[in-house]
Every structure is written in C-alpha cells, then in structure tokens.
C-alpha cells in the first residue's frame, strides 16, 4: 500500500478516530506506588528531590492507601527508614520492624490493598551496601539468609508480594524455600532481576538514606553496558522460582524490557526511578516541559516497550490524569 491508496492520516484526524485504533494503554491498576517509611508518629516529609513523593509515619499509611485505593492504584511498595542500622541490618527482619508495622497496618486498614515489600539490606545496614561484609566485600552467601529471614518476616507480616532487591546469587532459591518451608507457598516473588548499577538512583538513596559509606554496588548490580547478561540473570530467577522479572531502571533500559517480554512468558516489572522522575519535575518546575505529558508520554514508553507493571513515583499523578 503506497501513498495516494493508502493515507495513514485517515486514522488520525480527530481523538475518536486515534482512541478506536490505540495499541497501547495505560490503567492505575498497573501502576505500583513507592512509599517510604519513617519512624515517629503523625510525620509526613515532602523529599525535596522528588516532588510529590513523601517519608511518612506508619500512622499515616492508611491515608496514603485510601488516596492510592481511591484512583484505582491497588498496589503500593514499601521502603523502611529504620530508627537503628547495624552491620548485619538485623532490622531488617526484625518482628517489630519498620516495615513489618508498616504492612500491619496497612493489611489491617485496607486489606484490599496489595502490599509488595522491598527485600534488601541497603536501608538498614551502618555501610549501606544490601549485604553483609568480610572486610571491604560483600558476602554474598552470607547473606543469603539474612535476606530469606526479612522475606519471611514479611510474609508474616501480611505481605502480599515480597521483591528482593539485593542483586545477591542465588536469593530468589533462598526465599522460596523459606518461605515454602513455613507454608507460604502461595506469597509471589518479584524479583529485581535486571537491576543496573545505575546513576539514576540519586534521589532515592537521599529518601531512603542508605548511599554506601565507601565504594559502589557495581560488583554486584549490573554493568550498564550489558544487554545479554540480563537474559541470563533472568533465566536464573525463572529457574529459582520467580514469579515476576523486574528490569530497573525503565526509561534508560527500555529494550531490556522488550528483551525480556520477547523471551519469557512471566510478567514483566518495571522501576521508573527516582532519577528518571525527578528530570521530569525539575524540568517541568522550569518550564521546559509539560510535565503532565511528558509523564504520560513516559510511561506509555514502558508500557509499549513490554512492562505489565508499572512502578513509579508518578502513580497517583498519572491515575488523575486518566480521569481526566
């Protein structure tokens, strides 16, 4: 077909015309929004790189879902800023954890609301790395179960999905079996699987307050250099028992998503993070953008590049742009 015959404007000329042939769309139910955790009580802290995100006290988090409930977001993923860090990030499994009254809460004021728990050691470690030392290293083996020990604290928490997000070998094995082990089989892994060592993540080691006290996390987060590493990161969750593959971040790895929509048939994740976020706001602050449409714009980008979920600090601003 070639132009005169075929005129692909035919399909353009008025928004009907263009929402009748839409190939791809978004809704809040595939939206997951971040929230940060903080100790204290009747505390709300707008983070002053993401604009619109904020730290809050447990007693808050029912407000949080009710808004989150209230325009369709149905899933919300919990970070903790715990009152103590040790070495071993003993908090981070702790019974009476920050996190752990988090999800108490929240499975006791909206039970139909889906809570998903970040799974590492980064926030609640005095050195910051997702792992426990020898020496300047991270243990990999070590802690392995440290971390299966803070996934089963969730799930007896109430959580609904636990996500490791660590980057360590062989966890996605270690939390299965543990939590198969106490009879709970039927809690979904979220696996960050393709996690790069990313510049985007500024923003968030500021809300979360967990940056390394020395070195980086590029011996064990992905080099971003590399496309086919992440297809053998994920066969290796898949082969352990993932239920989800994440990729973050979204926006710069866009044809890891497709890759891994292409080559599995798991449901794909994406992070849009907190970098790829707050260009979006700062730019928007200034002027040079529309930052509603650019927003929207990018996480139709994540969608159509292969993502069945969304995680971004954009979920409940996009849910009210939907209802426009």
């Not at 730290?55 to 903790?80: H, N």
């Not at 960050?192 to 990313?198: G, L, P, R, T």
């Not at 995680?311 to 209802?323: D, N, P, R, S, W």
Request: proline share 5%.
């Amino acid at each position: 077909m070639v132009f005169p015959e075929y005129r692909p404007r035919r399909l353009r000329k008025n928004e009907n015309m263009r929402a009748l042939i839409r190939e791809t769309h978004l809704s809040p139910d595939q939206f997951v929004s971040p929230v940060f955790i903080m100790p204290g009580k009747n505390k709300r802290e707008e983070i002053p790189s993401m604009p619109g995100v904020f730290r809050m006290s447990v007693d808050q988090l029912s407000k949080e879902a009710e808004e989150c409930l209230s325009l369709g977001v149905k899933s919300m993923l919990l970070f903790g800023l715990p009152e103590q860090k040790d070495a071993m990030g003993s908090g981070a499994h702790a019974k009476d954890g920050i996190i752990q009254r988090g999800i108490r809460e929240l499975k006791n004021k909206s039970p139909e609301l889906t809570v998903i728990t970040d799974v590492c050691l980064c926030e609640y470690t005095d050195h910051g790395h997702c792992g426990c030392l020898i020496g300047d290293t991270v243990d990999n083996d070590a802690t392995l179960e440290i971390l299966a020990k803070t996934a089963l604290s969730h799930a007896q928490a109430g959580a609904d999905i636990v996500a490791p997000s660590d980057m360590m070998d062989g966890r996605v094995a270690e939390i299965r079996a543990s939590l198969d082990e106490e009879n709970f089989d039927m809690i979904p892994i979220m696996s960050y699987s393709v996690k790069y060592a990313s510049a985007f993540y500024g923003p968030f080691r500021d809300a979360a307050n967990c940056a390394p006290q020395f070195g980086d996390r590029r011996s064990y987060q992905m080099d971003p250099a590399n496309a086919k590493e992440a297809l053998r990161e994920a066969t290796l969750d898949v082969d352990e028992g993932a239920d989800i593959l994440m990729v973050k971040p979204a926006v710069a790895y866009l044809d890891i998503i497709s890759r891994l929509n292409d080559e599995f048939d798991l449901p794909i994740a994406a992070y849009h993070v907190s970098g790829e976020y707050a260009m979006i706001k700062a730019a928007a602050a200034n002027g040079w953008i529309d930052g509603e449409k650019v927003l929207a714009e990018t996480l139709l980008s994540i969608k159509r590049a292969g993502a069945d979920i969304i995680i971004t600090y954009g979920a409940k601003e996009m849910a009210k742009l939907l209802q426009k």
